[in-house]
């Protein structure tokens, strides 16, 4: 049979997941005679049907309180009808209350607690003063399926209803899915308990009278009687808050992975907690500047978020208020580019803190050679007269606006260029040519924080600040790896390093970029 195949297959089950089902089998009904001495029939048979259900339900595996819903099934009905039955009541009747984080579960327990903050308002003021979670304490209730909370006839009778609900056409009448009778149930108990619950002042207090709330519904039919009652939920607003709580969770969710990738983005860029969050504040920053719809969009399980091209300026401008970042300028829209590495016309948060980290900590030779790439504006990997030239106006614009020195002037200093470096006019610049004249520009040096430098070597550290060195730069230590940085194919001979600089790099220090981020206003 098809019990019989997957217990010749347990041994395939992880460790772990073996571990967790034999750490829970002397738990399982530790005062019930046929379980007790956690050896003999019933405790087998208890292990190789949960065994089994994790091979059966590799997404779901085991969780706890599985342990009871099987030994009470186990008490009735035999080991395949016990997984059939496990089957049915985890992948269908309660779809969604063991799966992974529990998301089916914490939809009910927060629907449950707004109803007794919109019901008992005074209950709910109750346990908050006392410190008491409502969730925290009937969470059983839900995942062990009243197994525990009410007599073993009544849970029982629970479990026939929810069965009968899910399956037969009466589920179709919103407000009574097996779910909803269970979240019926729950309600009925906290107020069968409320007056019990006002009185107690601790949360132990709480927890005993949740406990012992099940134990007097004898009658599953009075108990069912109760939970009928049209005054205690609509569908309508069931529906609406499942969907609430359910948006909720998801974001929740989303956030934890979220928080998990920029810590590891965080040791590459070799940043501490505090400074991502500073880069994330002026990202989020950002992305408020943009109606929600345009700017992030939910998925099943994660959200999202990207920045467009006219969002960029003011998020640099967050970040230096030393340089004029304006919109719409050659120079922004040259640095948007390079960033997007994925070419998609949005900056990701990894792509916006990775081009941070090469404009605000790399060395002096990862910059210029920033610099570099914003002003190859054909992609050759060599400057032409004419790019130098538009570019330097570019960049003398945005810096200095009405400012700025005659294009003739720039261009004057192109042509003195082009004859210190005996080119023709045809002729272009390398990686070395163009450092050193980018070097004599203040405006260029503003805006890639080249001021103070006059040389440019490759064990140069970035601006120096009083912060722990970097055990591992992320960021590109010589134009080559650069290059491949931001995802070009290279030769090694390209852009050579003089021999002379070809020692080894001293440790990265971070530049000066957390102290200009902290003083930032919401």
Same mark, same amino acid.
């Given at each position: 049979?098809?019990?019989?195949?997957?217990?010749?297959?347990?041994? *395939? #089950?992880?460790?772990?997941?073996? !571990?967790?089902?034999?750490?829970?089998?002397?738990?399982?009904?530790?005062r019930?005679?046929?379980?007790?001495?956690?050896?003999?029939?019933?405790?087998?048979?208890?292990?190789?049907?949960?065994?089994?259900?994790?091979?059966? %339900?590799?997404?779901?595996?085991?969780?706890?309180?599985?342990?009871?819903?099987?030994?009470?099934?186990?008490?009735?009905?035999?080991?395949?009808? =016990?997984?059939?039955?496990?089957?049915?009541?985890?992948?269908?009747?309660?779809?969604?209350?063991?799966?992974?984080?529990?998301?089916?579960?914490?939809?009910?327990?927060?629907?449950?607690?707004?109803?007794?903050?919109?019901?008992?308002?005074?209950?709910?003021?109750?346990?908050?003063?006392?410190?008491?979670?409502?969730?925290?304490?009937?969470?059983?209730?839900?995942?062990?399926?009243?197994?525990?909370?009410?007599?073993?006839?009544? =849970?029982?009778?629970?479990w026939?209803?929810a069965? =009968? +609900?899910?399956?037969?056409?009466?589920?179709?009448?919103?407000?009574?899915?097996?779910?909803?009778?269970? +979240?019926?149930i =729950?309600?009925?108990?906290?107020?069968?308990? !409320?007056?019990?619950? #006002?009185?107690?002042?601790?949360?132990?207090?709480?927890?005993?009278?949740?406990?012992?709330?099940?134990?007097?519904?004898?009658?599953?039919?009075?108990?069912?009687?109760?939970?009928?009652?049209?005054?205690?939920?609509?569908? !309508?607003?069931?529906?609406?808050?499942?969907?609430?709580?359910?948006r909720e969770? *998801?974001?929740?969710?989303?956030?934890?992975?979220?928080?998990?990738?920029?810590?590891? #983005?965080?040791?590459?860029l070799?940043?501490?907690?505090?400074?991502?969050?500073?880069?994330?504040s002026?990202?989020?920053?950002?992305?408020?500047?943009?109606?929600?719809?345009?700017?992030?969009?939910?998925?099943?399980?994660?959200?999202?978020?990207?920045? $467009?091209?006219?969002?960029?300026?003011?998020m640099?401008?967050?970040?230096?208020?030393?340089?004029?970042?304006?919109?719409?300028t050659?120079?922004?829209?040259?640095?948007?580019?390079?960033?997007?590495?994925?070419?998609?016309?949005?900056?990701?948060?990894?792509?916006?803190?990775?081009?941070?980290?090469?404009?605000?900590?790399?060395? +002096?030779? *990862?910059?210029?050679?920033?610099?570099?790439?914003?002003?190859? #504006?054909?992609?050759?990997?060599?400057?032409? $007269?004419?790019? +130098?030239?538009?570019?330097?106006? $570019?960049?003398?614009?945005?810096?200095?606006?009405? %400012?700025?020195?005659?294009?003739?002037?720039?261009?004057?200093?192109?042509?003195?260029?082009?004859?210190?470096?005996?080119?023709?006019?045809?002729?272009r610049?390398g990686?070395?040519?163009?450092?050193?004249?980018?070097?004599?520009?203040?405006?260029?040096?503003?805006?890639?924080?080249?001021e103070?430098?006059?040389?440019?070597?490759?064990?140069?550290?970035?601006?120096?600040?009083?912060?722990?060195?970097?055990?591992?730069?992320?960021?590109?230590?010589?134009?080559?790896?650069? !290059?491949?940085?931001?995802?070009?194919?290279?030769?090694?001979?390209?852009? $050579?390093?003089?021999?002379?600089?070809?020692?080894?790099?001293?440790?990265?220090?971070?530049?000066?970029?957390?102290?200009?981020?902290?003083?930032?206003?919401?």
């Amino acid at each position: 049979s098809y019990y019989l195949q997957l217990l010749q297959n347990v041994d *395939d #089950l992880h460790v772990d997941m073996v !571990k967790q089902i034999e750490q829970d089998l002397p738990r399982t009904f530790p005062r019930h005679p046929l379980f007790k001495k956690n050896t003999g029939t019933y405790v087998e048979k208890l292990s190789r049907v949960l065994k089994s259900y994790a091979l059966r %339900n590799v997404e779901v595996g085991y969780c706890q309180s599985m342990n009871f819903l099987c030994g009470l099934m186990l008490l009735l009905m035999d080991e395949h009808q =016990a997984l059939m039955t496990m089957a049915n009541l985890v992948e269908s009747t309660l779809q969604g209350f063991y799966e992974a984080h529990l998301k089916g579960l914490h939809v009910e327990l927060r629907v449950l607690s707004h109803w007794v903050d919109r019901r008992i308002p005074k209950l709910a003021e109750h346990l908050t003063s006392v410190h008491a979670q409502l969730t925290v304490f009937v969470v059983q209730w839900f995942i062990c399926a009243w197994t525990g909370t009410l007599p073993t006839e009544t =849970a029982l009778c629970c479990w026939d209803a929810a069965f =009968a +609900l899910q399956a037969s056409s009466i589920q179709s009448s919103p407000g009574w899915g097996a779910k909803d009778f269970f +979240l019926r149930i =729950a309600a009925v108990l906290v107020l069968s308990c !409320k007056d019990e619950l #006002l009185e107690a002042h601790s949360p132990g207090e709480v927890y005993r009278v949740l406990k012992e709330a099940g134990q007097k519904w004898i009658d599953p039919r009075k108990l069912f009687k109760e939970a009928a009652q049209k005054r205690l939920f609509s569908a !309508k607003v069931l529906g609406e808050l499942r969907e609430k709580y359910g948006r909720e969770i *998801d974001d929740e969710l989303s956030g934890r992975g979220r928080f998990k990738r920029e810590a590891q #983005l965080g040791r590459r860029l070799g940043w501490n907690k505090d400074q991502m969050q500073k880069v994330r504040s002026v990202f989020d920053y950002g992305l408020s500047q943009k109606e929600k719809a345009s700017s992030s969009w939910h998925t099943r399980t994660r959200t999202v978020s990207v920045i $467009a091209y006219d969002q960029l300026p003011t998020m640099l401008q967050r970040i230096d208020d030393k340089v004029p970042w304006r919109e719409d300028t050659v120079l922004v829209d040259r640095l948007f580019r390079i960033f997007n590495r994925q070419g998609d016309d949005v900056l990701s948060f990894e792509e916006f803190a990775s081009g941070m980290a090469i404009l605000h900590s790399g060395t +002096l030779l *990862d910059r210029c050679y920033l610099c570099f790439r914003c002003f190859d #504006l054909d992609g050759t990997h060599s400057i032409a $007269a004419d790019e +130098l030239e538009h570019m330097l106006i $570019a960049t003398h614009r945005m810096v200095y606006g009405d %400012n700025m020195c005659s294009p003739a002037g720039i261009r004057g200093s192109v042509l003195r260029a082009w004859a210190k470096f005996d080119l023709r006019k045809e002729e272009r610049l390398g990686l070395e040519s163009f450092k050193q004249i980018i070097l004599e520009d203040p405006a260029v040096c503003a805006v890639f924080r080249l001021e103070k430098e006059t040389t440019l070597k490759p064990e140069d550290s970035a601006m120096q600040a009083q912060t722990e060195p970097l055990a591992v730069p992320m960021v590109p230590a010589s134009p080559i790896q650069a !290059k491949k940085w931001l995802g070009e194919v290279v030769s090694e001979d390209e852009f $050579a390093v003089p021999e002379d600089t070809s020692k080894k790099q001293t440790p990265l220090v971070l530049s000066e970029f957390v102290p200009q981020i902290l003083p930032l206003s919401d």
